[in-house]
C-alpha cells in the first residue's frame, strides 16, 4: 500500500533550508482515478461545445432559459465547501487539542454546503420539469441534464466520502495507510468542485 | 496491510513539510490557500457578471473567452492549493498544468468554431 511516505526529492543543488519536499497527496492509484475522471469530463466539454457548433441560435435560445443565479450560488457553495475541506486538512496536524477537534466540524460543515448544492440543483430541475422542459426537448437540455447529473452523481459519492472522513476524523490517531485515504478523500472533494468551475461557466455562461 | 499508527501528526516529520502545526485560529487562515479562495469567489463574481449581461464586455464573444480562460484559472489554482499539487513530485504537477492547458484551448478552439 501506498503511504505518505512516498515522495521524490527535486534533483536540485540548493540548501537544505530551502529545498522543497515534494510528495503524492493521497495515494497514487487515487490520481489515477481522479485525472481519469477530469479527462472523460474534458470530452463531455468538447463534445457539447461540438454539438453548439451545428445549432449556436438553438443552443444560446435555451441557455437563456436556465438561471445564472442559481448556477452562481452553487459555484460559491461548492468553494466554500472546499475552503472547510481545506482547512480540515490543516487542523488533521494539529497538536492542538481545540484545533483537531475542529476537524469533523469542518467536515460537516462542508457537507451541509454540498447537501445545500443538491438542494438548489432540485430547485432547478423542478424549475425546468414545471416549465415543460426535459431532456428530449433539445439538444442543449440533453446535454444539460446529462453533464449536470453526472456531476451531481460524483457529488453524492463525494458526500458519502465525507461520512466516512468524518468518521475518520473523530479517531484520535490515523494510521499511515488511513491518512493517505483521508488525504485522498479531501482531494476528490477538490475534484467535484474542479469539474463544476468549467461546467457552470460552460453551460450557464458562455453565450 | 498497513498497520502502523502516527500518533501525533504533528510529530511526524514527513508531515510537516508540507503541513505546518497549525494551533491557533490566526494560523489557521493564514495560508495561501484562503488567499486563493478569496480569488476565487471574486472571480465567479466577475465570470457571473459577464456571463449575465452585467458585465463590462461589450463583445459577447470576447466575455465568453474571459470566462472561460478565468475557469481555467480557477481550475488550475484549486488543483495546486486545494489538491496540494503545488508540492507533488514534478510529473503529477505537469500533469495538472498540461491538464489547464490542452483543455483549455480545446475549449476556446471548439467555442471559437461555433
Known amino acids: ?207 | 496491510m498497513e498497520t502502523s499508527t502516527t500518533p501525533a501528526p504533528s510529530t511526524s516529520e514527513t508531515f510537516d513539510a508540507a503541513h505546518p502545526d497549525v494551533r491557533t485560529p490566526a494560523e489557521l487562515l493564514r495560508s495561501s490557500a484562503s488567499a486563493v479562495w478569496v480569488f476565487l469567489v471574486l472571480a465567479t463574481v466577475v465570470s457571473w457578471a459577464l456571463g449575465t449581461d452585467h458585465g463590462f464586455v461589450e463583445s459577447t464573444r470576447t466575455a465568453s473567452l474571459i470566462v472561460l480562460v478565468v475557469a481555467f484559472v480557477k481550475v488550475r489554482f484549486v488543483g495546486l492549493y486545494f489538491m496540494e499539487l503545488k508540492d507533488a513530485p514534478l510529473p503529477l504537477r505537469a500533469l495538472i498544468e498540461a491538464y489547464c492547458l490542452v483543455v483549455c484551448c480545446l475549449t476556446i478552439g471548439f467555442y471559437l468554431a461555433g
Not at chain 1, 60 to 67: G, P, V, Y
Request: aromatic share 14%.
Open chain 1, 1 to 207: 500500500m501506498t503511504d505518505i511516505d512516498l515522495e521524490a526529492r527535486p534533483a536540485t543543488t540548493s540548501p537544505p533550508s530551502t529545498r522543497r519536499t515534494r510528495r503524492i497527496p493521497g495515494e497514487e492509484g487515487t490520481w489515477i482515478f481522479i485525472f481519469g475522471d477530469m479527462c472523460v469530463f474534458a470530452v463531455f466539454f468538447c463534445v457539447f461545445l461540438h454539438a453548439r457548433i451545428s445549432d449556436p441560435v438553438g443552443f444560446a435560445r435555451d441557455q437563456a432559459e436556465l438561471n445564472q443565479n442559481f448556477g452562481a450560488i452553487n459555484t460559491v457553495l461548492l468553494l466554500v465547501s472546499s475552503l472547510f475541506i481545506v482547512l480540515t486538512m490543516r487542523v488533521i496536524h494539529s497538536s492542538n487539542a481545540v484545533m483537531r477537534a475542529k476537524a469533523p466540524v469542518f467536515i460537516a460543515a462542508a457537507w451541509l454546503c454540498g447537501a445545500g448544492f443538491l438542494v438548489i440543483k432540485g430547485f432547478e430541475y423542478a424549475e425546468k420539469v414545471h416549465h415543460g422542459i426535459t431532456p428530449q426537448t433539445s439538444d442543449f437540455f440533453m446535454y444539460y441534464f446529462v453533464l449536470t447529473g453526472l456531476h451531481a452523481f460524483h457529488l453524492v459519492l463525494g458526500l458519502a466520502l465525507l461520512v466516512v472522513l468524518f468518521v475518520m476524523s473523530r479517531k484520535p490517531e490515523l494510521s499511515k495507510g488511513q491518512f493517505a485515504f483521508f488525504e485522498g478523500g479531501a482531494c476528490f472533494w477538490h475534484m467535484v468542485d474542479l469539474l463544476w468551475l468549467v461546467l457552470f461557466p460552460l453551460i450557464f455562461l458562455v453565450r
